[in-house]
């Protein structure tokens, strides 16, 4: 009988929950089921917000994961990029090699020419000078030594004094500028040598692109030089 009241009392205990704080009431325990079951539901909803956040950080997972494969991608589009622009710079330094041998090739040309040239040139000023009232003018290169350097001058004639300097091809306005300048330096030197003012200064070229004879055009007509291009007198 009494194992049969204490398997039913059980059984009420768990089974029934009014009951049980009836009993833990009794045994002054009923506050302290009230608390456990509410720490229960605390942490129930303590694992409900830690299984939202670990979602969260799924979630933020996922997205850093897209990131890293965007960023991927955009490093291989950088690289695409600096291949491609290591192959422009190929290209670009085989234009350059192509540029200077052609350079080398007119020099070279130049030098089985530049006789020829010149030499039609100090023709065309000598008649130039004839014409100016000067019909036993010399015309002819010259060497003239000033500061202890020898300057060779392509044209020259002393009286009335003559300075002038040939080219056989001039590629860009930057070369152009220094033919100009050097021709400048020439005729300083020279003013200085002799003790005279320059008459007649010459810039002989025989051959250039339409842009370059513009800027010549106009840089030797603002200087007071006589440009000659191929065979023909310009300014």
Known sequence: MVEKLKKEFLELLEKDV???????GYLGLSEILKRLDRLEEGQNKLWENQNRLWEEVKNLREGQNKLWE????LWVEVRGLREDQRKLWVEVKGLRED???LRVSFESFGKALGVTLEDYTASLVKLMLEDMGYPDAEVGRKPLLFNGEIYEINIFCEEPLTVGEVTLYIGDLDEARR?????QKRIEIAEKVTGKKATLKILAVANTSKEILDHLKTATKQQNIKLIYGKELIT
């Not at 009014?18 to 833990?24: I, P, Q």
């Not at 965007?70 to 991608?73: N, Q, S, T, W």
């Open 99 to 101: 540029q200077r041998k």
């Open 70 to 73: 965007e960023v991927r991608k």
């Open 18 to 24: 009014e009951f049980r704080y009836t009993v833990a």
């Open 179 to 183: 033919e100009l300048e050097k021709l």
